[in-house]
C-alpha cells in the first residue's frame, strides 16, 4: 500500500476527525502498586484541577473532549459547577464510575457481601452515582466491582450471583431516558480466587436479562493470558451489547499501561473489527474511554500518547482494503487475507495524523507542542500545598 | 472431621451409589501428539471391542454403564447391534459425539467455513449424527468445532458467528423428544488465532438463542490460564444452562491427562459446586463423561483409575459440614469457611469407598482387581492383526 | 496405605519435630492490594509487637522458632535489645530482607536504576542490612529487587544486568562467616515489562557468579502461569543453590494467599522434592519460610493456619513409600509410580500431626486453642492509638 | 522519523544484506496437529524436493541460503550428494536435528528414559547426528529433546537430569573442530506434567557446565505466558551462551505460526537486541532460524512471507536512534525513551527493502515474484505419486 490515494484519505480522515477518546479523571492523579505509589510534581489536588488537564489533552489532541468521573474519588458539592467549569475548559464531563471498593465495610463485597446492611450501602451508592449523573448530564454509570474472595469456600458463588443481579436491577430501575448501565468484567484482582464478575460472558448474561440500556465494557487488561479480545469486540458487536472499553496495556495483569504500548497490533485488530462493524462514530453509542495508571511517568504528557496511540491504531483499521480482504477470505486464501489485513498495520499513518491535525488547527506533533507549551512547568508551580489526588482522593 | 457419622456416611453412600460416569470410546483407542502416537498391546481395532473395554471399566467400578461414540470413528453399519451388544456386556451407548474436523474439506472450518459447500455437507454430518442417535437410544449429541483460523484476517469472525448460529439452529430443529443438543467450547487448538466458540460465554449465548434443550458442556482442560473452572459451573447450574462435563486434567493446555491427577483440589471444587445445587443425580440431567488421551498409560487402567478419581472427588464433596459452612460464610468468618471446606477435602475418603464397593458387590479395589483379572493379558493375545483404533479410526 | 506402620510413624514424627518454619514479621502487619488495605484490629503498631505475635505463632506449632525482619519496616534503634525481646518471648530473629522499593528515588529503579547515585544509595542500604545481620546474628541476608521498567525502550536491560551484578558483588563481599545473600526472582510486579531478576535461571546465574554462599530463593508465588515449580526445587536442590523458599500461594500473579490454599497438591510435590533429597533437616541450610499477605482474614490465625499447610504437605510427603515408588518409576510403571504418590498425599495425615504436637506437649489442635486462648481480644484492646504497621511502617 | 538519511540508508541497507536466515526443511513437509494433518498439493517427497522448496525461497528472498535438517525424517544414504544437489541449487545444508522422539521406545523418553538401554539407544542417535555433520560440513547440532512426564511421580526429576547431563557430555565430546552442540528448551508438548528441559535457565545451566562450544536455542513459541523473550535474548548474549533462534509465533502454546504473525512487536524486540549487541552479522555465530508448521497455507509462500517478517522486524531494529535512546535513558525520560523505540517500530520499511531486493538483484516483492513463477504449479504436477513427506518421513 503505502501510497493512499485521495478518496481513502478523505475517508480516513473524515473518520478520524470525528472519533471521540474520553480520558478518566484519575489518569491524572498520582497511582502505584501495593508496593509503593510514587507522587509526581504538578498533580491535581481536586476535580478541578482533574478537568484543566482532561482540557489540555483535548487542546493539544482534539479529540478527547470528555472526562470520566470517579465517585468518590471526585466528589464535590456541586456538580453543575464542576460541569460548567469543564464547558469554560473546552471538555465534558462523561461517564460516572461507582467506586464500591474502598470504604471498610466492603472487606468482603459490596453489593455481593454475605451482610445484607452493607450490600444496601453499596446499592446505595449505586443510586446516589445516577444523582450524579442527572446533576452532570452525562449519560453512562459504569460499574466495576472488585466483589469476590480470596478462599474457596469463603461464601456461595451462586448466592453472590444472586445478590449481584439483585443489586443491578436496583440500579438498572433508576436510570432514565437515555441512560446506560456499563458493566465492566475482569479475571481477578483484588479478589484472588473469586471474581463475582469475572470475564465478558458473566457480564454479557447479567446485561441481558437487566434489559437493552445495559451494555458490556471491554477493558482490554482484564482478561486471562492467551485471550483473543477482538472476538469477543465482535461478537459484543454482533450481539448489540457492546457499550464501552476502557483502553490500556498490559504484559502480564492488569498492568494499566498506555494504550498500544504493549502489543500495538492487538490495538490494530481490536479497532479493525470496531470499523468492520460500522462502530466508530459516536452515534453508534460506543464510548472508547482510557482507563490507565501512569505510575513511573508524567501524567498528561502519557495521555496524550495514548491518545494518539489509538488514533493510529484507528488510522490503520481505517485503511483496510476491505474489498480485498472480503476476496481473500471468500477465496480462503489464508496469506492474502493476512496479507491484506498486514498491508494496512504496516502503514505508516503518522503523516496522515499529521494532516488530520493541521486540518484542524492543530499543531501535527501533540507531544512536542505540550511540552514546549510550558503547561506542566505551569502546575507544579501553582499545584503546591493540599494534597495531590490519587486512588482514594 | 475424619470420623463420619454413620448419618452422613449412609447419604453420602446413597449418592455415590447413583453416580453415573460415561466412559468415552476413543479414550480406549490409541492416541498422542503430534509428535507421536505411541502404540499400545491390547488396543481395541473396532467399537465392538471399545464397548467391551467399556463394560469392563463398568464390571470393576460399578459407576460407569455407559460410553460415549465419536461419529465417524466409531461408525457401524447397525448401531442397533451395537446397542445390543453393548447391553449384553451389562452397559449402554451413550453422548453421541459429531466429528467435523478430519476430512480434507474441513481446513478452514466445518460449519463457519467460508465456503457454502463444505458448511452443508457439515450440517449434513451433525445430521446423520442425530439418525445414529435415533437408532442407539441416545439423549445427547455433543458438538465440538475445532473451527476457527490460524492468522488476524484469515476470515470474518462475525460472519463465522452467523454461520454457526445458523447451522446449530439446523442441529437443534432436527432434534425431538428428549434429545439435546450439547455445546462445547474451548479456548485453542486446533485453531491457533481465533476459535470459534472459545468460551463459555460464546457457548451459552448460542444455548440461550436456541432454547431449552441446548445446554452447555464444560471439558476441565479448554480454559485460558487462571480460569475460575467451578464459577463457570456454579453460574451455568444457576442460569440451567449446564448440560455435561468433559473430565480430565491439564497442566498446561488441553494436556487430556486422567482427571483429578494434575489438580485434585479443583476437581474437589467442581463437585462441591454440583453438590451445593443437587445436581449429582443423574435425574438433574448433567451428564459427567470423561473426555481423556492415554498416550502412554494403559488405557483401561487409567479409566478406571480416572473414575475413582471421580468418585473420591464426590465424596469429599458429599462431606461438606454444609451448616457449618453456611454459618461460616454468613459470619464473614473467613478462615472458618475454609476450613469447613478443607476439613472435607482432607478426608481420606478411601475406606468409604471400599465400603461403598462392597456394598454394591464389587471388589472394593477396582484397579487391583482389573489387574488381577487378566484381561489385558486376554485382550492383547485377541487384539492382533487388523487396524487398532486411534483418532480417525 | 491409611495405615501408617510404627516405624515410618515414628520416622516421619521425628522428621516433623525438627522441621523449622520462619514466618514474616510483615505478615502481622496491615497489608492489601493497590485498591484498599483494610485496617484489621489488634494489628502490631512496632517490630516489638510484630515479635510479639510471631512468637504466639510458634508457641502454638511448636515449629516456627523465628521471625524475618524487613528493613526498614522493622527499623529499630538496637536490634540486639530486640533480638532480647524476641528470646524472652521463645523465638529469635531470622532473616533479613533488605527494602529497596519505597524510596521516591527507586521510582526507576534501585540497584539497577540509571542513574549512579541511586544505585549508591541503594547498595548503601543493602550495606547497612549487613550490618543489622551482624547486630541480630541472622545468618540470611534476602534481596528482593523490585527493579525493572514498565516499557519498552525505557532502559538498557544488558546495562540493567551489569548495574545488578555490581550490586550483589559489593553485597556478597560484605558478608563474613557463615552469612548468606538469598536472591530471590520474580515474574512481575511492581515492574510491568521488564523485571531485571524475572526468573530462577538469572538468579541462579547471578548466584553462579558470587560464589558458595549465594543461593537462590524459590516464591511459590513469583513464577509464569503453567510453571513446574517442583522442577525447579529438584534442580536447585542438585546444584547446590536452593537457599530458601517464601511460602504463599496464588490462583493468578504474586497473590500472597496462605500457603497450601490454592494448590495442596502442589506444595505436597514441593515438600516430597524437599524429602527425596533429604533437604528437610535445618541442617541442610534451606530455609524455609512464610511469606503472605492476610488482607481479609485475621493475621496470626491465617499464620498459624499456614505453619500447619506447610507441615500437612511434609507429613504427606514423609510418607511417600519410595522403595515402592523407585521400583516402579524403574519399570517404567507410569500407573503404579504416580499411585503410590496418591497413595502419600491421600492419606489424611492430621491425626498424625495431633499426635506430635501431644509428643511436644502442645495442643493437638492449635487454631482450636488459639481461638481460646483471647490472644486477639487481648492485643486489639493493648493496641489502641499509634499507627498499626503495615508495608511501609 | 519517517525520512530515513543517506548514512543511516546504506548502514542500514549493509546490514540486511548480511543477514542470514536459515529455513527448515520440514517446513515444506505436510504438518498438522493430533487433530488431523491436511495434505497440500506439490508437497516434497524426499530430502532431494526440500532442498529445492528451500533454494526456491532463497531464489526470491536471497537471505535464506542455508537449509536445516532433521534426522531421521531427511535420511539419506549420501548426505555428500544432497550437499552437492544443495550446492547445485544455489544454498547449503545447515543445521543438524537430531530426532529422538519418534520411536517407540521413546515413550516414556530418550536420552532421561528410565530403561539404560534406551538411553544408549538414544545417545547413539545424537552420535549417528554428528557423523550426518561431518559428512554435510554442518556446524551445529541443534538438540530438543521432547522427554518428560506425563503424571507427578511418573519418574524422579533429579535422575533425569544426571541422565540429561550425561547423554550431552557424550554428544559434546564426539563434536570436533568447529562444531557446536546447540541445547534448545521448551516449556511443555509433548509431556504434560514434567519437560526435563523446560526453560532457559535448565539449557543455560547445562551449557554451562559443557563448555564453550555448547550454546542455548531460543524458539519463540517455548515459552510460559508472559515471558519477556527479550530478556532472555539480552541475558544470553551478555554471558556469551547465545547460539541460535528458532523463529514462529504463537498466540497460545507452541503454535508454530509464521514468525512476526502473532505479535510483531514482540519480533522487533529481539531484534532489537540483537542490534544492540551487534549480534546480526553471521560472523558473531547466532544462527537465526525458522521453525514453523504451515498446517493450512501454502508452505513456500508461507516461509517466503516469514523470511520478510523477520528482515522487515531486523530493519526496523537497524533503525533505532541508539544516541537519541541512550541519552533518554540515561536521563531516565521514559517517556521518549519508548517514543524512540516505537518510532523506529511505526517506520513502514517495506520501501526499503524494496531497495535491498533491488540492489541485490531480485525482484522488490517477492511473494508476487513467486506466485507469478508458476513455481507451485509445476511442483505440483511433478510430485505426484509416492508419499508426501511430514513429519516422520
Known amino acids: 500500500m503505502t501510497e493512499i490515494d485521495p478518496t481513502t484519505r478523505r475517508r480516513v480522515l473524515d473518520a478520524l476527525r470525528e472519533q471521540r477518546i474520553e480520558t478518566p479523571s484519575w489518569a491524572y492523579g498520582n497511582s502505584g502498586t501495593r508496593f509503593k505509589v510514587f507522587a509526581q510534581e504538578g498533580v491535581p489536588r481536586d476535580p478541578y484541577e482533574k478537568v484543566a488537564d482532561a482540557a489540555t489533552v483535548h487542546r493539544f489532541t482534539g479529540v478527547a473532549p470528555t472526562v470520566a468521573l470517579h465517585i468518590p474519588w471526585d466528589l464535590v458539592d456541586d456538580y453543575a459547577a464542576l460541569a460548567g467549569y469543564a464547558k469554560e475548559q473546552g471538555i465534558e464531563l462523561g461517564t460516572i464510575n461507582a467506586n464500591v471498593f474502598q470504604d471498610d465495610d466492603y472487606k468482603l463485597g459490596s453489593v455481593t457481601n454475605p451482610d445484607p446492611a452493607v450490600r444496601r450501602k453499596a446499592i446505595g451508592h449505586l443510586l446516589e452515582c445516577v444523582d450524579v449523573m442527572d446533576a452532570t448530564g452525562s449519560r453512562d454509570l459504569k460499574l466495576w466491582f472488585s466483589d469476590g474472595t480470596n478462599y474457596p469456600g469463603q461464601d456461595s458463588i451462586r448466592q453472590r450471583q444472586d445478590r449481584l443481579a439483585e443489586a ?8 432514565t431516558g437515555r441512560q446506560r448501565l456499563l458493566l465492566e468484567y475482569k479475571l481477578f484482582e483484588p479478589a484472588f480466587y473469586l471474581t463475582d464478575v469475572p470475564d465478558w460472558g458473566t ?59 504493549a502489543d500495538p497490533f492487538q490495538l490494530f485488530r481490536i479497532m479493525h473489527e470496531i470499523v468492520q462493524a460500522d462502530a466508530l462514530r459516536p452515534s453508534q453509542g460506543i464510548a472508547f474511554m482510557l482507563d490507565q495508571c501512569h505510575n513511573i511517568e508524567p501524567k498528561v504528557q502519557a495521555v496524550i500518547r495514548s491518545v494518539l496511540n489509538v488514533q493510529e491504531a484507528t488510522a490503520k483499521a481505517l485503511l483496510v482494503d476491505v474489498p480485498a480482504l472480503t476476496a481473500a477470505q471468500r477465496a480462503g486464501d489464508v496469506l492474502e487475507a493476512n496479507a491484506v489485513l498486514m498491508d494496512a498495520y504496516n502503514t505508516d499513518v503518522r503523516p496522515l495524523l499529521r494532516e488530520l491535525r493541521e486540518e484542524m488547527g492543530l499543531d501535527p506533533d501533540p507531544v512536542a507542542a505540550y511540552k514546549r507549551s510550558g503547561y506542566l512547568e505551569r502546575v507544579t508551580a501553582e499545584r503546591v500545598g493540599g494534597q495531590q489526588a490519587g486512588w482514594g482522593a
Chains 1, 2, 3, 4 share one sequence.
Open 168 to 175: 443491578l436491577r436496583q440500579a438498572y430501575e433508576r436510570l
Open 203 to 261: 457480564a454479557y448474561a447479567h446485561c441481558l436479562e437487566l434489559g437493552e440500556r445495559a451494555q458490556v465494557v471491554i477493558d482490554t487488561g482484564h482478561h486471562a493470558p492467551g485471550t483473543n479480545i477482538e472476538f469477543i469486540v465482535a461478537f459484543l458487536l454482533r450481539a448489540g451489547k457492546l457499550g464501552a472499553f476502557d483502553f490500556n496495556s498490559r504484559f502480564y495483569a492488569d498492568d494499566d499501561l498506555m494504550v498500544g504500548s
